[in-house]
């Protein structure tokens, strides 16, 4: 019954911006800490970004912070990531995960970074 649906990938240029959605339902959502992640061609699995569950408290991976920005609207079971200074290392599938555990994933949305 969980679900997360990421969208809103594409192709953009370097140092262009990118704003990601990811859809959530079958699970209390305002409850639950969520994630970003993202898996590159020539990368395994990395970290992007956590946000808590009332959308205080955010994290970032070192090649992502100050650059992106995690939130949330718990009202509309969305969750948020705005991508600025895009960079071709950027270039990846990006996936929304529940918990901490990351225990349920969307299927990903592709973002391609290149001129």
């Known amino acids: 019954q969980v679900q997360l649906v990421e969208s809103g990938g594409g192709l953009v240029q370097p140092g262009g911006s990118l704003r990601l959605s990811c859809a959530a339902s079958?699970?209390?959502?305002?409850?639950?800490?969520m994630s970003w992640l993202r898996r590159a061609p020539g990368k395994g699995l990395e970290w992007v970004a956590d946000i808590d569950e009332g959308g205080g408290g955010e994290r970032y991976g070192n090649y992502v912070q100050g650059r992106f920005t995690i939130s949330r609207d718990n009202a509309k079971g969305m969750l948020y990531l705005q991508m600025s200074s895009l960079q071709p290392e950027d270039t990846a599938v990006y996936y929304c995960?529940?918990?901490?555990?990351?225990?349920?994933w969307g299927q990903g949305t592709q973002v391609t970074v290149s001129s």
């Open positions: 995960a529940m918990g901490p555990a990351r225990r349920a």
């Open positions: 079958g699970f209390t959502f305002s409850s639950t800490m």
